[in-house]
Nanobody, 122 residues
Framework: QVQLVESGGGAVQAGGSLRLSCAASGGTFSNYAMGWLRQAPGKEREFVASINWNGSNTRYTDSVKGRFTISRDNAKNTVYLQMNSLKPEDTAVYVC???????????????WGQGTQVTVSS
């Protein structure tokens, strides 16, 4: 059974930083692309970032490019999201997701965690 457990969320002021972690168990972590999604109140879940199986390729939604960095440590079965220069519009529940294969494909994730709340105040 695959489990994804996020941590690292919290409340920060605009301009601050947070580092999210997602610990995976079950399955072979290094075989799969991983990603971060987010959902703000009253909005649909949206893609934030993804990383392929060995970390050689990453993707970001336009609104976080240059501010967020996704990375992974396959030895620790963990994926990270470093978030800098946070803005109030980044406020959301951030969810870690595992994709169906080693490379990112739009919407093709089949496991996700419970999420961690990020709140950015102005």
């Amino acid at each position: 059974q695959v489990q994804l457990v996020e941590s690292g969320g919290g409340a920060v002021q605009a301009g601050g930083s947070l580092r999210l972690s997602c610990a995976a168990s079950g399955g072979t972590f290094s075989n799969y692309a991983m990603g971060w999604l987010r959902q703000a109140p009253g909005k649909e879940r949206e893609f934030v970032a993804s990383i392929n199986w060995n970390g050689s390729n990453t993707r970001y939604t336009d609104s976080v490019k240059g501010r967020f960095t996704i990375s992974r440590d396959n030895a620790k079965n963990t994926v990270y999201l470093q978030m800098n220069s946070l803005k109030p519009e980044d406020t959301a529940v951030y969810v870690c997701a595992r994709y169906r294969g080693p490379y990112y494909e739009v919407g093709r994730y089949n496991y996700w965690g419970q999420g961690t709340q990020v709140t950015v105040s102005s």
